[in-house]
């Protein structure tokens, strides 16, 4: 019977022969074991870790139309790097914000993100930057373009030109089509976007805006009425979200069917019809962007991914999200993996990307510069504009 005086760790301890035991291994196979628990450390130590690449997406109805083409062609490009390498992968993780930007930023850190994707609109871009800076955490837009965001050493790079390059190009829109005076119609909307760029189209004084319409006042005008079509304007310029575009283009169109309608860059982004059946008020369309349907090369690896999978075409947006994944892991690869102030260093390096429709290259602030084209939608298709 045991007692507790008779039992005793001790005792116990003793008559198990654990260090006979292992006197007895032999030296190779303490090697064979040493040599296999350095082998195990050296491949988890090598074992290729996920790119975690955070998404930041804004719920504001308002916002919808960009931002979900922004988040589908984020995810869409995870999957095929995914599909397609050998190496890390990218882990896309999503926070979503309604007004405050920050709120998103928060997360996105706390979950690991070692870079950020979003803020399709400039206002939005411009709220996040203080956030941005105090968590360390650097933002790549795929279409912000205030010129508010130009030539400064924060923590938001881009990957389109900027607004002062839009007004310059829709200037010369203007001009070589002999278009002198103007009548504007922009949104409220996307304050950072809008003011900028009517500030560098209008302190050239050409064209001569002779009539501002906001937001949706143009809609109360009839013809003669209102407006005799036979005064309308030279160009009615169109500076907008794509849905507001559309429905002001076919309101102008209405109103004045000699003019000639211009859209702004913003009007373009995800509304770039491939014929002219695909816009229903008319071929006398003119737009200035860097992308356009027929700018895109069907053979790029990444057109057919997304061809194969969605039946909406390559637009704008896809584009630029396909160059804020390339650019931010290219200058992740850079920094070995590595976020915060050494990603961001990594981002201002000049750099040279090839996109699905053209290059664009990125200066030491993180800004975007690409080649503009003009063209005017008719009824074959496009016609480039000459300028002169």
Avoid at 13 to 28: A, H
Wanted: aromatic content about 12%; glycine content about 6%; charged content about 20%.
């Amino acid at each position: 019977m045991i007692t507790k005086q008779s039992f005793s760790l001790r005792k116990l301890y003793q008559k198990v022969p654990l260090l006979g035991c292992l006197n007895k291994v032999s030296s190779p196979v303490w090697g064979a074991l040493l040599l296999s628990g350095c082998i195990f450390l050296f491949w988890w130590v090598m074992l290729p870790r996920d790119i975690v690449i955070g998404v930041a997406y804004s719920t504001n109805p308002s916002d919808q139309f960009m931002e979900s083409k922004m988040l589908n062609a984020a995810r869409a490009y995870a999957d095929w790097h995914n599909e397609n390498t050998r190496g890390r992968k990218i882990r896309l993780l999503t926070a979503t914000y309604f007004v405050d930007p920050t709120v998103a930023l928060g997360e996105l850190k706390e979950q690991g993100a070692l870079g950020v994707i979003g803020f399709s609109t400039s206002t939005t871009a411009l709220e996040a930057l203080e956030a941005a800076e105090h968590y360390k955490l650097p933002m790549v837009s795929p279409s912000a373009s205030s010129s508010l965001l130009s030539r400064k050493d924060d923590w938001l790079f881009r990957v389109r030109s900027s607004t002062a390059e839009e007004a310059r190009q829709l200037i010369t829109l203007f001009a070589s089509v002999g278009i002198a005076e103007i009548t504007l119609i922009s949104s409220s909307g996307n304050p950072g976007y809008v003011m900028p760029l009517l500030w560098d189209l209008k302190k050239r004084g050409e064209p001569r805006v002779a009539r501002e319409l906001y937001d949706l006042d143009i809609m109360n005008l009839e013809p003669f009425v209102d407006e005799n079509p036979f005064d309308a304007p030279q160009g009615v310029l169109v500076v907008g979200p794509p849905i507001y575009a559309l429905w002001v283009a076919q309101k102008a169109r209405y109103l004045w069917p000699s003019s000639e309608i211009v859209l702004s860059p913003w009007s373009l982004v995800g509304l770039i019809p491939e014929k002219s059946s695909d816009l229903p008020f008319g071929f006398s369309v003119l737009g200035t962007d860097t992308f356009f349907p027929f700018l895109v090369d069907p053979e790029h690896p990444f057109v057919r991914y997304w061809n194969s999978r969605f039946v909406p075409r390559v637009d704008t947006l896809v584009n630029g999200t396909y160059l804020a994944m390339i650019l931010l892991l290219d200058a992740l690869k850079d920094t070995g993996y590595e976020g915060g102030e050494p990603l961001r260093e990594s981002l201002r390096k000049y750099r040279k990307l090839s996109g699905i429709a053209g290059d664009v290259e990125i200066d030491r602030y993180g800004d975007a510069h690409a080649t503009h084209f003009l063209y005017r939608l008719a009824p074959g298709g496009y016609e480039e504009v000459v300028q002169k």
